[in-house]
């Protein structure tokens, strides 16, 4: 299984950025973004698989960017112009398997490593 590390969340205004790293440790095709609120269920933001196709949630286009770098395996969510609606803890997570559907990286069932999250929360 792979160990996923993530980091760089905070507590930010309306309107700012962050930028939150996922380190992961092991063999994958893709690697995915997820938020989960309190009280709500886990959403998929977006992902990006082994030859850097990216795909998001409709709600993050334009605002948020995943990236990679293969030199140093590390997975990158860039969040810009954060909403109070953003906030949430912010996992990353592992799939050994890509996908052929776009909605397919969103969906939390079809990753089998998980990280342990990082909060994000975006104040008015």
């Known amino acids: 299984q792979v160990q996923l590390v993530e980091s760089g969340g905070g507590s930010v205004q309306s309107g700012g950025s962050l930028r939150l790293t996922c380190v992961p440790s092991?063999?994958?095709?893709?690697t995915g973004w997820f938020r989960q609120a309190p009280g709500k269920e886990r959403e998929g933001v977006g992902g990006?698989?082994?030859?850097?196709?990216?795909r998001y949630l409709d709600f993050v286009k334009g605002r948020f960017t995943i990236s990679q770098d293969n030199a140093t395996d590390t997975v990158y969510l860039q969040m810009n112009d954060l909403r109070p609606e953003d906030t949430a803890m912010y996992y990353c997570?592992?799939?050994?398997?890509?996908?052929?559907?776009?909605?397919?990286?969103?969906?939390?069932?079809?990753?089998?490593?998980w990280g342990q999250g990082t909060q994000v929360t975006v104040s008015p």
């Open positions: 092991g063999y994958r095709r893709v």
């Open positions: 997570a592992a799939s050994s398997r890509g996908f052929f559907r776009s909605a397919d990286y969103l969906r939390p069932e079809n990753y089998n490593s």
């Open positions: 990006i698989d082994w030859r850097g196709v990216t």
